[in-house]
């Protein structure tokens, strides 16, 4: 059994998730406490941080902590369909996307997910305005960046499907559930995001609900 520690919010849990799902791996999810310490995720990982998978598979309760640990080890395990291409140079290219976007849709995700969610869940004031926009001007403009480079190859890595899009594509998830995405200022990037929307692996996430936040009505839309 393959089990996922995540977290609604966390935009790299949700990453894995899209993997295993684009797998069509047999997989629970459970649900770590959002914003604070939670007694199942530090028994497997003591540092709480999520994604964590536990694999059973053979009894033995194997944990591997990190994302891009976990992508490469369920490239191992589930080789098929493989989700970074098979040439060296192509795997190379497609691993620094991913770590390219990560470096760059983390921090926004991190300040909107502070103003929009900490805040509100933990009553601790109101968003800072001034943050908000900065952040979905610097997410809009990513994701016309994104855009651009999926209408020249077909997917953000290349010509193929690939972790580099499920990273990007789970960052871009976490803005849209908190509305801090302007999706009509970047037509090509949300074309992209459109395309892995309707993707099987996709619809899980969107029947996401954290307590207490609810996302706008075009998050759970396949034509939005």
Do not use: C
Not at 102 to 128: C, M, S
Not at 131 to 146: E, S, V, Y
Not at 200 to 207: D, H, K, Q
């Amino acid at each position: 059994m393959l089990l996922v520690h995540a977290r609604t919010l966390d935009p790299l849990s949700r990453a894995v998730r899209l993997a295993l799902g684009e797998k069509r791996a047999v997989f629970h999810v459970r649900e770590a406490l959002p914003f604070e310490a939670d007694a199942g995720l530090l028994a497997v990982a003591p540092d709480g941080m999520t994604p964590v998978l536990v694999d059973d598979s053979w009894g033995h309760g194997a944990t591997i902590s990190e994302a891009l640990a976990i992508f490469e080890y369920l490239e191992d395990l589930l080789p098929t369909p493989p989700l970074l291409p098979g040439g060296p140079l192509e795997r190379a290219a497609v691993r620094a996307m991913t770590i390219r976007a990560i470096r760059t849709l983390g921090p926004i995700v991190d300040n909107v997910v502070h103003e929009k969610a900490r805040k509100a869940l933990a009553r601790g004031g109101a968003p800072d305005t001034a943050i908000l926009r900065q952040a979905t001007l610097a997410a809009t403009q990513t994701l016309d960046q994104i855009g651009r480079a999926a209408e020249a190859e077909g997917w953000i890595g290349g010509k193929k499907l690939s972790i580099a899009d499920m990273v990007a594509a789970a960052h871009f998830s976490v803005l849209d559930y908190l509305d801090a995405v302007s999706w009509s200022s970047a037509p090509a990037g949300k074309d992209w995001y459109a395309r892995l929307k309707q993707r099987p692996a996709f619809r899980p996430l969107l029947g996401d609900l954290l307590a207490g936040l609810s996302p706008p009505p075009h998050y759970g839309d396949l034509d939005f």
